[in-house]
């Protein structure tokens, strides 16, 4: 809970691997649903996780992947095509990627986003889709050159037509 801060920004620390530490700005959406939640359980204090088991203590990436697959199978019945995704957080976490970069965002702002330490780990994790590559090429001018004919030597056609 220490690590939440709602306010006018309201923002999320967040602890990654390797121990690294960021902070995330929230949607204004998201924002108001931590507060429902909040007043909802009264009881969290600052040392208790946002959203705990039911023991009190943190989720375990095992727990967060049991919570995704059952919001998966409750949307698959307005998005039938869901039920036949393999849906994880790491999926969650490529799709918001790739949101991010389809918006514009700027590689080196989503490898904060990510908490990688290069953009370059960013440009291999997040792939570009068809219709980025597409207005990609709109931007570009054809090269303004004709096609060469192809002319075999005269070795290659004495070989070809001594077979």
């Not at 220490?2 to 390797?18: C, E, F, M, N």
């Not at 909802?40 to 996780?49: E, F, R, W």
């Not at 953009?119 to 060469?148: C, G, S």
Request: a positive charge; glycine letters at 4%.
């Amino acid at each position: 809970m220490a690590d939440v801060v709602l306010g006018p920004t309201s923002s999320i620390r967040l602890h990654g691997k390797g121990r690294k530490q960021r902070s995330l700005p929230l949607w204004r959406t998201t924002a108001k649903a931590v507060r429902d939640w909040l007043q909802l359980n009264p009881q969290l204090q600052a040392g208790s996780p946002l959203l705990p088991r039911r023991d009190g203590k943190p989720m375990t990436r095992a727990n967060v992947a049991h919570r995704l697959k059952l919001a998966v199978q409750i949307a698959s019945q307005k998005y039938p095509d869901l039920a036949s995704m393999s849906v994880s957080p790491h999926m969650v976490r490529h799709a918001t990627a790739m949101s991010l970069l389809q918006s514009g965002a700027d590689p080196c702002e989503i490898a904060l986003w990510l908490g990688h330490e290069s953009p370059a780990t960013t440009h291999m994790y997040v792939e570009a889709d068809l219709a980025m590559k597409e207005r990609a090429l709109a931007r570009l001018k054809a090269p303004d050159v004709k096609p060469a004919k192809y002319r075999p030597s005269k070795a290659l056609m004495a070989f070809l037509q001594a077979l």
